[in-house]
């Protein structure tokens, strides 16, 4: 039986099933808090009908890579338009991942105050502005449109996999296929229709405003939510509290409330830039592989749809390798594997990056999925309790979103100056050896906390 929301994650040494796997990968960022009575009643009351929850996670999930992955194929555009270099064009990928990282912090504090509803109704709404925000006319905001939208993004992030494993508790794996599958699939289309979208809306900004419409919608389908769960509080009352101060807990015991300095921990380290590097793989990828592939002849409509191609197979590993992980002891050798993958992927852009697209596009979506699914699975194995999980998270997602906002800018700056791709790819590889080595420090059979961790 998967573990609830509130019970310990300690994995059995022999390992975890599927079902429980994907059920411990939703970490919850009201791990430590309780709601306040009039949101528990009306949270309820929205259980009891929770078609308008399934309708609002897909929603927002299919938002959460969709405003970034549809830049990358019409980024050419948009750098001409501005007359930008590629160190300067690198900022529209750059800037959200910044603020991601930034962010993601401040989302437990703010479903603390508004309500987990009424937060995810607010980043809905940010994406939204961000995304028409990104078409002005002054660069300038370009620039404080990427930074809306990666705010937006970063608290979906932190808040949608505790809301879909406090909410449907008995189906959290059946969820969690069906929040990844959207998100995947969100950023398939949405890199798949970028060109036709500028052909048919007359330039990138048509392409890119379009998918304001697509969080709009998102965000009508929480607004009844975040209104009902805030109904019946009174005006300046939190939504939630300390789950020990709320008369449904005792006191945590001495040393457990906010249990091990994770900064002081190498494994916990490790996890973070494992998470990181992976993380800059995929954002590179994101930002510059249409451009690789425009740069050595292919037109533009097939470097877009090879590239959303790739992401669609990022699902196959992000749910393979997870199971896998989740049955080992052990989980070095699948963390080189993904490695693997991502180098084999990557370093056929230097030998035939058009003639073997399709394959390169395939192995790069196969590392990236497992690689991801790998260090999610990494925050669960490592950690000996949901508290401690959630914390590992929280540390992963911002200094790793910090660590990959690196990955786009230098390799712009470099491809800038050197005017070619074959030094930013030699970097990319080198960043696919650390991944290495650190997959085979995480990946040991430690917990933090531990001597050993």
């Known amino acids: 039986m998967s573990p609830s929301p509130r019970e310990g994650l ?9 079902e429980e796997l994907l059920s411990a990968e939703l970490i919850d960022a009201e791990e430590d808090l ?58 529209v990928t750059t800037i959200p991942l910044i603020f991601m990282g930034v962010v993601s912090p401040l989302a437990p504090k703010l479903a603390r105050r ?13 994406l939204a502005g961000g995304i028409v925000l990104r078409i002005a006319p002054p660069v ?23 809301l879909i494993k406090r909410d449907f508790p008995e189906k959290a794996a059946g969820m969690t296929a069906l929040y990844s599958t959207a998100m995947i699939l969100g950023a398939t289309v949405s890199a798949a229709a970028a060109v036709p979208l500028e052909h048919a809306l007359g330039g990138w900004r048509g392409s890119l405003v379009s998918w304001a419409l697509l969080a709009a919608v998102a ?39 906010d249990g091990p300095k994770l900064t002081r ?57 997870p199971t896998l992980a989740g049955r080992m002891r052990r989980q070095r050798l699948l963390c080189a594997v993904v490695a693997l993958f991502m180098a084999l992927g990557i370093a056929g852009l230097l030998v035939a990056p058009v003639g073997g697209a399709w394959v ?13 699914g790998i260090a999610l699975t990494l925050m669960v194995l490592r950690s000996g309790d949901a508290h401690t999980a959630a914390r590992l998270s929280g540390m992963a997602q911002t200094w790793g979103y910090l660590l990959a906002a690196a990955g786009p800018l230098v390799l712009g700056a470099v491809h800038q100056v050197t005017g070619g791709w074959t030094l930013p790819i030699v970097l990319l590889l080198c960043v696919c050896g650390a991944l290495v080595l650190l997959g085979l420090g995480a990946g040991r059979d430690r917990r933090i906390g531990t001597s050993a961790g």
């Open 34 to 91: 309780a709601p306040a009575p009039p949101v528990a009643a009306a949270r309820r009351r929205l259980r009891a009908h929770p078609l308008l929850l399934f309708v609002g996670i897909v929603l927002a999930s299919l938002n959460m890579r969709a405003a970034l992955a549809g830049v990358s194929p019409v980024l050419s555009e948009i750098s001409d338009d501005f007359h930008m270099t590629s160190t300067v064009s690198s900022l």
């Open 114 to 126: 508004w309500g987990t509803e009424t937060v995810l109704l607010g980043a809905l709404v940010l």
């Open 219 to 257: 965000a009508c389908a929480w607004l009844p939510q975040a209104v009902l769960a805030r109904r019946g509080t009174h005006h300046g009352e939190a939504a939630a509290v300390p789950a020990q101060s709320s008369g449904s807990a005792g006191p945590a015991p001495d040393g457990q409330q």
């Open 265 to 321: 921990s190498p494994l916990a380290w490790q996890i973070t830039l494992f998470m990181g590097s992976q993380s800059l793989i995929a954002y590179v990828t994101i930002a510059w592989l249409p451009t690789i592939f425009t740069d050595h002849g292919m037109s533009k409509a097939s470097a877009g749809l090879i590239f959303a191609f790739s992401t669609l197979v990022q699902m196959g590993g992000s749910f393979v390798v």
């Open 140 to 162: 300038v905001a370009l620039f404080a449109g990427c930074a809306v939208v990666g705010s937006g993004i970063a608290l979906l992030n932190v808040l949608m996999p505790g």
């Open 360 to 372: 390169w596009a395939t192995l790069l979506g196969l590392g990236q999925g497992g690689a991801l």
């Open 10 to 18: 300690t994995p059995p040494a022999e390992g975890l099933t599927t």
